[in-house]
Structures are given as C-alpha cells and as structure tokens.
C-alpha cells in the first residue's frame, strides 16, 4: 500500500471500528480495564424486576467475579454488586454482605468526558468508559482479609474493547 493511502485508509478504519463500539448495546459490552488484563463484560438476561444489567469480571488466572446492577429508588442510580462467592438461593443481608466486595454506583465516561449513569439492557449504547468508584481499593482490601482467595484490584476505569455478538 502507498504511503498516502496508508494515510488515508489509517483513520477511516479507526473511525469505523470505533463506531461498530458506538452502537454496541450495553449488554453486550466488553471492557478492559485501563491498568491490568481484567476484562468486565456484560452478559444479556432476562430483565427481573430489581436487576437491570449482568456483569462479569474475567481475570487472566480464569477468576471470575459475578456482578449485577440494581437501580435505586427514590433517586434512580445504577448501584452494582460484585459478588464472590455467594451461596445459592435465599441468602440474608449479613450472607450477601460477606460474599460482596465491592458495591457502587456504575459511571458511563464519553470520548469527550462526559459522565453518565450506565443505561440499563435495552435502553443505550455502551458508553466508552466505566467508572467504578472505589473498586480497586474495596478489592485490595478484600484481598488484605480474605488471603489468597480475594480477588486482586483491577483499577476503577474500564475502556470499551469489544461487542459480543
């Protein structure tokens, strides 16, 4: 290819890969994170009454953490809980707190750094960036306490990577 073409074509295919991202449903997102090799990726379900969005995180050492975002009321704000471990079935507030390291409200970043809240499935695109406040020092504290086990800390910024088909 010519020089001047490579100049040419270089940006047009950029712009393109990042409008196939720019359509992509939130549910079918998939994030890396800015510092590390964990991924978060959402995964579609069924829309229950309280749970809006599923998420994962995937570490490299095949870890993975379970999440779910849940809006609360009377102010609506996408909380997500990033679960590890957690038993099956009906569990108590006191069962489900020992089994969640990280809690927080999930922040859509734009390329022009605008903050949002995450749409829920269905309702937008995934945003270019995550933000979720605070979540490597819950999991570096959650690592400190719970030995080797605990998860290791992936940083708070997510950037869009991916759409699942």
């Known amino acids: 290819m010519h020089w001047r073409t490579?100049?040419?074509?270089?940006?047009?295919?950029?712009?393109?890969a990042q409008s196939?991202?720019?359509?992509?449903?939130?549910?079918?997102?998939?994030?890396k994170a800015e510092r590390g090799e964990v991924s978060l990726e959402f995964t579609p379900g069924e829309?229950?009454?309280?749970?809006?969005?599923?998420?994962?995180?995937?570490?490299?050492d095949n870890a993975i953490l379970e999440g779910l975002v849940l809006w609360t009321e009377p102010v609506p704000r996408p909380v997500g809980l990033l679960m590890?471990?957690?038993?099956?079935?009906?569990?108590?507030?006191?069962?489900?707190?020992?089994?969640?390291p990280w809690r927080g409200t999930i922040y859509g970043?734009?390329?022009t750094g605008n903050i949002s809240l995450l749409p829920r499935?269905?309702?937008?695109?995934?945003?270019?960036?995550?933000?979720?406040?605070?979540?490597?020092?819950?999991?570096?504290?959650?690592?400190?306490?719970?030995?080797?086990?605990?998860p290791k800390a992936?940083?708070?910024?997510?950037v869009l990577t991916g759409c699942q088909e």
């Open 109 to 111: 970043v734009s390329k």
């Open 154 to 158: 992936p940083g708070d910024v997510f």
């Open 47 to 60: 829309r229950e009454a309280a749970v809006s969005n599923r998420f994962r995180l995937l570490y490299p």
């Open 121 to 150: 499935q269905g309702e937008g695109a995934a945003p270019e960036k995550l933000l979720l406040p605070d979540l490597e020092m819950a999991l570096h504290q959650a690592e400190r306490l719970g030995g080797a086990e605990a």
């Open 20 to 31: 196939a991202f720019a359509a992509c449903p939130v549910e079918l997102a998939v994030y």
């Open 84 to 100: 590890k471990n957690c038993p099956e079935g009906d569990t108590t507030g006191d069962e489900l707190a020992a089994c969640t």
């Open 6 to 16: 490579a100049l040419l074509v270089g940006p047009v295919l950029a712009m393109v």
